[in-house]
């Protein structure tokens, strides 16, 4: 494995993503642009933490049309968020249910509104509003002449394409990913219960260097398996399944994603056959990924190989996206998708195929575009389908 990276990043990372917004917001005529979500909010400022899990407290940022980001949040966060690169960190005390920050908010927003400004705020596909949708509405009233604007493509294009403090974050975490698998086959056997595999996978993970392991599905079932998001049952390993585990592990706050199959004891022909055809498909989508190549580009060069087995030509949705401060992200390789590749792009690649009577399997890799021919950030899983 590589050396560790230095956790958190220099103050000229967010600096540097702070400017590249601030120019994409010039072009789109906005005057300000306002996050709310955890990805976001840490994107522009750094601000890493385990207590977004709760869900009581707002967290706003606001990002001017020049200058540093503003913070607007719960005091208990001002500590830590003023250890970063940000100066102008506003609190509040929270909870407050009758005034959660929109008083501080208004206040930041209001020169805006006054000459009829536009704020970017995220709309689109896999974004939501971090408040309270009555909060958002009394925002909006005390605002009368803000504009809103669909700021979603912004972020989203800035985040797609990551910097070299990011990749190796994300080709450590891999790295880890894939020693944790490396591993398994020594933990495992026959008869174990399928909970107790997914025990000894986050503890294989944790001990390999892992902050968490908050992301672990998969399944075993003979032949295959049919369900791959269910919690893990108490049945053991029988001679003759398809074992399928998908981690989502991370490190400094970024994730890997990807899977591995195995055979329990004994595999039968359909199985390496699958097996075999999803590996050459994800193969092809490696080949594929170039930059200037579209995300529809993969998904119809992945899709041509599972059409060998596909009734319906290989046409099974998403066939892999985005990865990076989120399990996943924006793009998605489907043939809606035009995205165009760029170097940088951190991306998953994850080709699937239903096949004999309800069953399935799933193989999946994680890779960075180049200026050439893509960097696999996962060691590569083997040709053909290992046996336990």
């Known amino acids: 494995m590589t050396q560790t990276p230095a956790r958190g990043f220099a103050p000229e990372e967010y600096a540097a993503r702070t400017k590249r917004a601030q120019a994409r917001m010039e072009q789109l005529g906005l005057d300000g642009l306002l996050v709310m979500s955890e990805p976001e909010v840490r994107y522009f400022s750094g601000f890493h933490t385990p207590f977004w899990q709760s869900p009581t407290r707002p967290w706003f940022l606001y990002v001017p049309a020049s200058g540093k ?9 001002a500590e830590l968020m003023r250890r970063g690169w940000l100066e102008d960190v506003r609190t509040w005390s929270a909870p407050n249910p009758k005034d959660d920050g929109i008083s501080l908010l208004t206040d930041l927003l209001a020169p805006l509104a006054r000459r009829g400004g536009r704020l970017g705020v995220m709309k689109g596909h896999e974004t939501h509003l971090r408040m309270p949708l009555a909060d958002w509405e009394r925002l909006m009233a005390a605002l009368p002449g803000l504009g809103i604007a669909d700021a979603t493509g912004l972020v989203q294009g800035l985040r797609m394409v990551k910097s070299e403090a990011e990749i190796e974050k994300l080709a450590h975490i891999c ?8 591993a398994l086959p020594g933990l495992v056997a026959e008869g174990m219960p399928l909970e107790e595999v997914f025990r000894a996978f986050r503890r294989e993970a944790l001990a390999q260097g892992a902050d968490d392991a908050p992301y672990v599905v998969g399944a075993a079932d003979q032949g295959g398996y049919a369900d791959v998001i269910s919690p893990p049952s108490r049945r053991p390993l029988q001679a003759g399944d398809i074992l399928m585990l998908d981690t989502g592990c991370m490190w400094d706050g970024y994730f890997c994603d990807f899977d591995r199959n195995w055979a329990i004891t004994r595999a039968d022909d359909m199985a390496r056959r699958v097996y075999d055809m999803l590996w050459r498909a994800t193969q092809a989508g490696i080949d594929a990924a170039r930059p200037g190549a579209t995300c529809r580009d993969l998904f119809t060069a992945m899709s041509a190989v599972i059409a060998e087995l596909d009734d319906s030509g290989g046409d099974i949705g998403r066939l892999g996206h985005g990865l990076g401060m989120q399990l996943t992200e924006q793009p998605s390789h489907a043939a ?9 792009m951190v991306l998953t690649l994850e080709p699937s195929l239903g096949y004999g009577d309800g069953l399935m399997m799933v193989h999946e890799e994680d890779l960075v575009v180049t200026d050439s021919a893509p960097r696999l950030l996962t060691t590569r899983a083997a040709p053909e389908l290992p046996v336990i």
């Open 175 to 182: 790295g880890i990913g894939s020693a944790t698998f490396a």
């Open 69 to 77: 980001p503003i913070a607007v949040i719960p005091e208990i966060g």
């Open 336 to 344: 809606f998708d035009e995205t165009v590749l760029q170097e940088g």
